[in-house]
């Protein structure tokens, strides 16, 4: 699947919104990726996280997984298509007093773990989530998510494979013309 039919498909079911939106990073954009939008159709869902595992195997050819973990909530979707394209287990980390935590499963020492997740700008969660893998004994042998909007600015110790690379502009609250225009903030995602 080529960056222009995974894009128009978030056109398509309507999930690039466009106007001016709060991110969960804090930074506000022109753009938003409300990806509940598209997984609300299970069967596009599912090709996406396909052909998040197709390519995942081809760019890491020695990629070796016990199981997907994901952080809730929008990486849960992701997280157990990815597995269930994997042929793996498949987990999620929470919120919980405003982090995340692993409260419902168990690592096993030296398990390998592919982190799921549906759109990163800074990458908060999925390093979160990294340092929850690791805390527990557990390994991350490669990060896979839908939509990548950090423009390569989100970096972590594994490989990232992404379905979208896209660099949408950003702006500090602070600077932010749309903000100057009085076009009226709004907080689609989580917080």
Known sequence: MTQEEVLAIFKETNA??????????????????QCALVLQYPRIA?????????????????????TVIAPAMGGITIGHDVARALGVR??????????LKLRRFK????ERFVIAEDVVTRGGRVQ???????ENGGEVAAIGILVNRSGGKAEF????VSLLDIEPVTYDPADCP???????????GSK
Do not use: W, Y
Not at 16 to 33: A, K, M, P, T, V
Not at 128 to 134: F, G, H, N, S
């Open 90 to 99: 498949f987990i999620f980390v929470e919120k919980e007093d405003n982090a």
């Open 16 to 33: 690039l919104l466009e106007g001016h939106f709060e991110l969960r990073s804090g930074l506000h954009s022109n753009q938003f990726f």
């Open 157 to 160: 110790e594994a490989p990232l």
């Open 128 to 134: 979160e989530t990294v340092d929850i893998v690791k």
């Open 46 to 66: 599912g090709q996406l996280c396909e052909a998040l595992v197709e390519k995942m195997k081809a760019e890491l050819a020695d990629l070796e997984v016990d």
């Open 178 to 188: 749309l903000c100057k225009e009085g076009l009226e903030l709004v907080h689609p």
């Open 107 to 110: 690592i096993k020492p030296g």
